[in-house]
Nanobody, 123 residues
Framework: QVRLRESGGGLVQPGGSLSLSCTAS?????????MGWYRQVPGKQRELVAD???????NYADSVKGRFTISRDNAKSSVFLQMNDLKPEDAAVYYC????????????????WGPGTQVTVSS
């Protein structure tokens, strides 16, 4: 399976900014179709923040449109999330996600998550 690792979480004041990064790696060959970011707070379902395909087409949750920007580097199997004008309701554990194919011997789907990185928005 593909392994994802996030970085960039931390504490920020309301109105501040953070940048999250995620890189995928594996011991076998793979092709990533979609990478994205989800977030989750205790007692709530994990929700999509943004995702992006190989061509750069992206989707955003309505709550983050105009404030967050997702991008990816296909060559590095990385995805990034620039978060601006952060609000207290943005506080959550942010998870990197990736969906694609493992291709070493035969094609098979994969869908994986990183361990998450904490984003705290507080004065």
């Amino acid at each position: 399976q593909v392994r994802l690792r996030e970085s960039g979480g931390g504490l920020v004041q309301p109105g501040g900014s953070l940048s999250l990064s995620c890189t995928a790696s594996a011991t076998t060959s793979f092709s990533i179709h979609v990478m994205g970011w989800y977030r989750q707070v205790p007692g709530k379902q994990r929700e999509l923040v943004a995702d992006v395909g190989r061509s750069g087409n992206s989707n955003y949750a309505d709550s983050v449109k105009g404030r967050f920007t997702i991008s990816r580097d296909n060559a590095k199997s990385s995805v990034f999330l620039q978060m601006n004008d952060l609000k207290p309701e943005d506080a959550a554990v942010y998870y990197c996600s990736a969906r694609g194919l493992l291709t070493t011997h035969y094609l098979r789907d994969f869908n994986t998550w990183g361990p998450g990185t904490q984003v705290t928005v507080s004065s």
